[in-house]
């Protein structure tokens, strides 16, 4: 449904994307996960057609962006980053102004109004003037319009800045609704955002996609993060030949904390939990243990640990 | 999307403190034409005599960049332009819309010049000096040159996110096309080739011409020539920073 291959976006001075390749099936929740400034806008701006890559191809729904821009346009809802809206107008009066753009009139427009004024939870504020409402309605309206046409691939750039959590958990629910029926590309820097609602992830740094995993692919590897904590009794070279025994253990770092105890942070090799080994490997030493314990690794840690090596690479570079 | 551009006119306080200004400027030049007039005999048709007035260019160079102030640069500095831009519309009918939006908006801004002649029109004895063709002359002379000063806007809306460098630019470009106008007086040779570009670009010749009923080709030509030359350049614009 959206192809990206090499994608490259130049401006005067600085890259903003660079050798951009991806891609997302039909019917899939993809998540556009980077700090700010990584590119993630730039990219929906490029698929969305608003701006033209320096090099590079992109096919959303079976369109070329660059050869075929209105064909892209009559396929895609996109709600930009901050949502602009037309302050002035009313509820219904903007999404009606909307779909006459795009082509839609009379009793089907009218209809298709009141099925996503339901589905956006919006029916009691159809009349209100949109500048007069919260930030909350105002984004329910941004996705109200970017489904109005039944569009096949929905674009929301950054949809639940500005939040609260309330309305975040609701937005999100209603995210969740449109992946029923439509591709949805979200771009966010929250990550329990992607990590909820995603089956596919993409992860971008200074214009560089650092990931571009399935969630299942993705959890694997947050999964190989996977540590142990242990504060024990023992003698530093023993200790570091009893891990190098075990065969789950990764790389682990050992430290003195005075009183015999060290205190070792060990790396699972595989994910998989390390505290009944070590626990044994203890117990058959007879080693006092003053402290086990497992850190769970989030997708936090995965995304730190990925932009920290970019951060690097590029610092080489 | 016409229909939006002309609502936001109709319906915002920018579009009627506008019409108040136009408005008010009407009234003063009409009242100044009076006076002057007043139980004298005319030696010249009303159109042109309110045409004397001051009152008539600052009208014109007043409201164009006024009304085209608003039409790129507002959606710009809002985001509502990538938003519109991703709809399946094109620059062209974008830019049609806008232009044509003001165009008409700025078309009614004189309607109460037109209904106050047509009242006036009652107390001459001859009817030479109000006739059909001499308003229908002016009407079009008025709306061209309004023509090409809100293209000359729309141009500069289109460049900034800022209404008000938008409306600054479009009124320092618009004033200097006006000055155009009394450059031919300062030169020294008046039958030389730079008088005749000078007099072909004097927004006044071509006024003038209008408001006595005169419709002249060559007029007609150098507005739609240059309203389409501004608009092309303003849809270029959009088209490169697509």
């Known amino acids: 449904m959206i192809q990206v291959e090499q994608l490259t976006k130049r401006y005067a001075g600085h890259t903003a994307l660079k050798q951009l390749t991806f891609a997302v099936d039909r019917g ?55 949502n602009p809206l037309h302050l002035d107008m009313r509820v219904e009066e903007y999404l009606r102004f909307r779909g006459g753009l795009r082509n839609m009139g009379g009793l089907a427009l009218r209809k298709r109004i009141t099925e996503v004024l339901e589905q956006c939870d919006l029916v009691e504020v159809r009349r209100k003037i949109i500048g007069q409402m919260s930030k909350g309605y105002r984004q329910r309206v941004g996705v109200a319009d970017a489904i109005l046409h039944r569009p096949e691939v929905i674009m929301l750039d950054e949809p639940t800045i500005g939040l609260d959590p309330h309305q975040i958990r609701l937005f999100r629910k209603m995210i969740a609704s449109l992946a029923e029926n439509h591709t949805v590309l979200l771009s966010t820097h929250i990550l329990s955002e992607v990590e909820i609602l995603c089956d596919h992830i993409l992860i971008l740094q200074g214009g560089r996609l650092l990931a571009n995993d399935t969630r299942a692919d993705i959890q694997r590897r947050v999964g190989s993060l996977t540590q142990c904590l242990l504060e024990v009794q023992a003698p530093w070279e023993i200790l570091s030949e009893a891990l190098h025994g075990v065969e789950a253990v990764g790389d682990f770092e050992i430290s003195d904390q005075g009183e015999g105890f060290l205190s070792v942070r060990v790396n699972s090799k595989d994910g998989s939990d390390l505290r009944p080994l070590l626990y044994e490997t203890c117990r058959q030493k007879g080693w006092l243990l003053r402290e086990l314990t497992r850190h769970q690794p989030s997708l936090e840690d995965l995304f730190v640990q990925l932009t920290q090596l970019g951060h690097q690479g590029q610092g080489q570079r | 999307m016409f229909r939006r551009e002309l609502g936001i006119f109709l319906s915002s306080l920018s579009g009627y403190v506008i019409m108040s200004m136009v408005l008010f400027l009407i009234g003063l030049s009409l009242l100044t034409v009076i006076l002057a007039y007043n139980g004298r005999a005319m030696d010249a048709p009303l159109t042109e005599a309110f045409y004397s007035t001051p009152f008539f260019w600052f009208i014109v160079l007043l409201s164009c960049p006024a009304i085209t102030m608003r039409s790129f640069a507002h959606e710009k500095a809002t985001g509502t332009y990538e938003s519109l831009m991703t709809t399946p519309v094109t620059s062209l009918q974008v830019l049609g819309s806008k232009f044509a939006a003001c165009w008409v908006f700025y078309g009614m801004l004189w309607l109460p010049l037109w209904l106050m002649m047509i009242w006036l029109g009652q107390f001459f004895s001859d009817p030479g000096y109000l006739d059909g063709g001499i308003v229908f002359g002016t009407a079009l002379g008025v709306l061209l040159v309004g023509g090409l000063f809100l293209a000359i806007g729309c141009l500069a809306s289109v460049l900034t996110q800022s209404q008000l460098i938008a409306a600054m630019m479009a009124l320092t470009l618009e004033t200097a096309l006006f000055m155009l106008s009394f450059v031919i007086h300062l030169l020294p040779d008046q039958s030389g080739w730079q008088a005749t570009l000078f007099e072909h670009l004097s927004l006044f010749n071509h006024m003038s011409d209008f408001v006595r009923g005169i419709l002249d080709g060559s007029h007609l030509a150098f507005y739609l020539c240059t309203i389409t030359f501004c608009l092309f350049l303003t849809w270029r614009w959009v088209e490169s920073r697509k």
């Open chain 1, 28 to 82: 899939k929740v993809a998540g556009f996960l980077g700090p700010n400034g990584a590119g993630k806008s730039t990219t929906m701006r490029i698929l969305s057609t608003f701006m033209p890559a320096t090099s590079g191809r992109v096919v959303m729904a079976g369109f070329d962006v660059n050869r075929k821009p209105l064909e892209v346009r009559r396929r895609i809802g996109y709600m930009p980053e901050n």
